[in-house]
């Protein structure tokens, strides 16, 4: 047989192909929790722990068991904000998710400090009903939102507010105090501030009326000004008419001025050379045309015919023709005086009529361009007002407009704030008929199960807790497999019992021996003082009566056991030493013991000389004894117990039942995987008769009275019969 080679924490160590040494047995017993034993076994701490649960159940059933009253009052939180005048869009919810984290947030302000305390206040005289004398009220208000029980309904749109209290009278009107505070609350953060909104809106409202007033006022002026009654977009501006005629005249006199200025400048010799020789050609061409010229010319021709008919025949000389041509010469004279005469008047009158006339049509220019500015300046000021007087309209009608809308705005606050909005009450608390809570004798009564069942369950956690192997199931549990043997404690098993277990434990090795061929076994313990000298001495013992030699050789230098003492034998440590053979030192068996080789002088060392050589020499003694076992000290305190494992057989690990815990045995049996022992195997010592499910009593009872082995536990006597 080989060791496993599997860490032990995940496969204990086993031999191979699940063949235990010295066969291995199954783990005894039934379930490894026993109500009855475990009770047996700790009654004490059962007891204690009934007592400590009524000691404090009692004081807590008195105080507890005070009858309790509870009342509640439920309060509805809409979805939709139900408007009197119109919605509010930016009171809307826009998601479910947005409406149940506005429950969430109505639910956890119900308590709010301010609320409590405020209502606690509205309650006047009767707030005695949760404020206690001398207590602060804002002790009290922390309290009270301490035992307020606000809870949204799930699948509704409804919060419910519970107060429970020692009192019967007045907790509904308390509850309903804080309700209706916290409705108030609700609608004025829905409105914030509402009361102020609106008197500042009304405000702005008297303001935007004084400026209507005051801008009519002066459309009024506006128009009286300019003499209209109404301000339209299609008026025409009556001045623009007017100057339009007035621009025409002025253009029409600006052509005329300019034509009787280049008139004068014609014939006017200081404004242009030559004008006086125009101005006279143009007084004789009107001179030629004078009536008195005209007569005269006539007059003087018929003279002047006359004349020249009297000279016609008349020599120069003659007096006559003398007398005649001085009165031709007289007539051309008075002609020629006549005619300079003429052309200098109308040379004049023709230049200061045309002077004349170049001053009018300047004069009627000034006066036009004159008056062209004023229609100017009168319609730009009639075009000025009169946009103003519209400007002013549409800024009347537009301020109209904002105080419709401020006016809305105010009737909205001013009528929601009042409405009943998201918040209301759905069902105030009513004073409540009975007790929800409490009697002392039936909390006494729970009391006292409560500490019976804790009494009950306390033993078995203390098993289920304990971390000691105390049955071959543990040892299983830890190692993988069942041990070869577990021994009752002596003082429990009595002398034929425990020679019984020895002879099993005997007969197991003698299986493994005869199957496997094995001989050399090494018993070691996980701790000291396990009674691993006891097993080898009674087990040697055991096998020379079942007819085998056996050969107990005692290697534990870390602590000798006095029976092995003997003065005829010098001991192992001589023949470690090679002074003698093992077989000079072997101390010959009784009755009581079988054939040992004790430890002899070890100079007062932990450990023996020359220890490599001890396997080799036990194995040489073949011919004398068919079986050795070897009494090693503990596995986790010597190194000889891991040098001398790792050439034996067999490795049998004994176990100290109650004394060795779950973390030791795993340590036990890492220690023997790394040294790689050939095989090993397990005995359980010292199991206590309760143990389990009290397996080893009733195998003790079976034994030494005959009485059959009970069925695995209480519940299956009762069901499986």
Same mark, same amino acid.
């Given at each position: 047989m080989s060791a496993a080679e599997?860490?032990?924490?995940?496969?204990?160590?086993?031999?191979?192909?699940?063949?235990?040494?010295?066969?291995?047995?199954? !783990?005894?017993?039934?379930?490894?929790?026993?109500?009855?034993?475990?009770?047996?076994?700790?009654?004490?701490?059962? +007891?204690?722990?009934?007592?400590?649960?009524?000691?404090?159940?009692?004081?807590?059933?008195?105080?507890?068991?005070?009858?309790?009253?509870?009342?509640?009052?439920?309060?509805?939180?809409?979805?939709?904000?139900?408007?009197?005048?119109?919605?509010?869009?930016?009171? @809307?919810?826009?998601?479910?998710?947005?409406?149940?984290?506005?429950?969430?947030?109505?639910?956890?302000?119900?308590?709010? $400090?301010?609320?409590?305390?405020?209502?606690?206040?509205?309650?006047?005289?009767?707030?005695?009903? /949760?404020?206690?004398?001398?207590?602060?009220?804002?002790?009290?208000?922390?309290?009270?939102?301490?035992?307020?029980?606000?809870?949204?309904?799930?699948?509704?749109?409804?919060?419910?507010?519970?107060?429970?209290?020692?009192?019967?009278?007045?907790? !509904? =009107?308390?509850?309903?105090?804080?309700?209706?505070?916290?409705?108030?609350?609700?609608?004025s953060e829905e409105f914030y501030a509402s009361d102020e909104r609106v008197r500042n809106l009304t405000l702005d409202r008297s303001r935007i009326e004084q400026e209507i007033r005051d801008k009519q006022a002066r459309r009024l002026e506006i128009a009286q000004e300019l003499g209209v009654s109404s301000f339209t977009e299609n008026f025409v501006n009556p001045y623009d008419r007017l100057l339009v005629e007035a621009k025409e005249a002025l253009a029409i006199a600006r052509r005329q001025n300019i034509e009787a200025v280049a008139q004068v400048a014609a014939v006017d010799e200081k404004q242009r050379k030559g004008g006086a020789d125009a101005l006279r050609a143009m007084a004789e061409a009107e001179a030629t045309r004078d009536t008195s010229l005209t007569s005269l010319e006539a007059n003087q021709s018929t003279r002047r015919t006359q004349l020249l008919t009297a000279i016609s025949g008349l020599s120069p000389d003659h007096p006559g023709r003398r007398a005649a041509e001085r009165e031709l010469a007289e007539l051309d004279n008075e002609q020629r005086a006549v005619s300079d005469r003429l052309?200098?008047? /109308?040379?004049?009158?023709?230049? @200061?009529?045309?002077?004349?006339?170049?001053?009018?049509?300047?004069?009627?220019?000034?006066?036009?361009?004159?008056?062209? @500015?004023?229609?100017?300046?009168?319609?730009?000021?009639?075009?000025?007002?009169?946009?103003?007087?519209?400007?002013?309209?549409?800024?009347?009608?537009?301020?109209?407009?904002?105080?419709?809308?401020?006016?809305?705005?105010? =009737? +909205?606050?001013?009528?929601?704030?009042?409405?009943?909005? $998201?918040?209301?009450?759905?069902?105030?608390?009513?004073?409540?008929?009975?007790?929800?809570?409490?009697?002392?004798?039936?909390? +006494?009564?729970?009391?006292?199960?409560?500490?019976?069942?804790?009494? &009950?369950?306390?033993?078995?956690?203390?098993?289920?807790?304990?971390?000691?192997?105390?049955?071959?199931?543990?040892?299983?549990?830890?190692?993988?497999? !069942?041990?070869?043997?577990?021994?009752?404690?002596?003082?429990?098993?009595?002398?034929? +019992? !425990?020679?019984?277990?020895?002879?099993?434990?005997?007969?197991?090795? &003698?299986?493994?021996?005869?199957?496997?061929?094995?001989?050399? $076994?090494?018993?070691?313990?996980?701790?000291?003082?396990?009674?691993?000298?006891?097993?080898?001495?009674?087990?040697?013992?055991?096998?020379?009566?079942?007819?085998?030699?056996?050969?107990?050789?005692?290697?534990?230098?870390?602590?000798?056991?006095?029976?092995?003492?003997?003065t005829n034998s010098r001991g192992l440590s001589f023949v470690l030493r090679g002074s003698q053979e093992i077989g000079d030192c072997v101390v010959p068996g009784t009755d009581e013991m079988p054939d040992y080789v004790p430890l002899g002088d070890v100079d007062e060392h932990k450990s023996l000389p020359d220890i490599q050589k001890l396997i080799e020499i036990l194995r040489a003694s073949a011919d004398a004894y068919e079986v050795v076992l070897i009494d090693l000290p503990p596995i986790l305190a010597s190194v000889d117990a891991e040098f001398i494992a790792r050439g034996a057989d067999v490795t049998v690990l004994v176990i100290e039942a109650n004394a060795v815990n779950r973390d030791e045995l795993k340590r036990a049996a890492a220690c023997l995987e790394r040294i790689k022992v050939a095989a090993v195997s397990a005995v359980l010592n010292k199991v206590a008769p309760d143990a389990g499910d009290g397996f080893a009593r009733r195998a003790r009872a079976e034994f030494t009275d005959g009485t059959a082995a009970a069925s695995n536990g209480w519940l299956a006597r009762r069901f499986w019969k």
């Open positions: 599997q860490n032990p924490t995940e496969a204990p160590v086993t031999a191979p192909d699940e063949v235990k040494p010295a066969g291995a047995i199954p !783990a005894p017993g039934g379930s490894a929790i026993s109500v009855l034993r475990s009770l047996r076994r700790h009654k004490f701490v059962a +007891f204690l722990v009934v007592m400590l649960v009524i000691a404090a159940g009692l004081p807590l059933a008195w105080i507890k068991g005070t009858p309790r009253y509870a009342t509640t009052a439920v309060i509805f939180v809409s979805p939709h904000f139900v408007a009197n005048l119109q919605d509010g869009k930016e009171i @809307d919810p826009k998601s479910d998710s947005q409406y149940h984290e506005y429950i969430q947030e109505n639910a956890r302000t119900i308590n709010r $400090f301010d609320i409590v305390t405020e209502a606690l206040r509205k309650l006047g005289s009767r707030k005695s009903v /949760w404020v206690e004398p001398n207590e602060t009220m804002d002790h009290a208000a922390e309290r009270l939102q301490g035992a307020l029980e606000i809870q949204p309904v799930p699948d509704t749109y409804q919060i419910t507010v519970t107060l429970e209290s020692k009192r019967r009278d007045g907790i !509904a =009107d308390l509850v309903n105090a804080v309700t209706t505070t916290f409705i108030e609350r609700a609608k052309v200098k008047s /109308w040379s004049k009158t023709m230049l @200061d009529q045309r002077t004349a006339d170049a001053y009018k049509t300047g004069r009627v220019e000034q006066q036009l361009s004159a008056e062209v @500015d004023q229609q100017t300046s009168q319609a730009t000021y009639f075009t000025k007002n009169y946009q103003e007087g519209m400007q002013l309209g549409i800024e009347i009608d537009q301020a109209r407009k904002r105080i419709d809308s401020l006016q809305e705005r105010i =009737d +909205f606050l001013s009528l929601e704030k009042n409405a009943p909005g $998201f918040v209301r009450i759905f069902s105030s608390a009513r004073p409540p008929d009975q007790a929800t809570k409490g009697g002392r004798r039936k909390l +006494f009564g729970l009391a006292l199960a409560a500490a019976l069942l804790l009494g &009950l369950i306390a033993p078995v956690g203390v098993d289920i807790l304990d971390p000691r192997i105390q049955t071959p199931r543990n040892v299983e549990t830890v190692l993988g497999f !069942a041990p070869i043997a577990w021994l009752l404690r002596r003082q429990d098993a009595g002398p034929e +019992f !425990a020679r019984e277990q020895i002879r099993r434990l005997a007969s197991r090795i &003698l299986q493994d021996h005869q199957t496997n061929g094995t001989r050399i $076994f090494a018993f070691t313990s996980v701790k000291a003082r396990g009674g691993t000298s006891s097993i080898v001495m009674e087990t040697a013992t055991a096998i020379g009566r079942l007819g085998l030699s056996a050969l107990a050789v005692e290697a534990n230098a870390y602590r000798a056991d006095p029976r092995y003492r003997n």
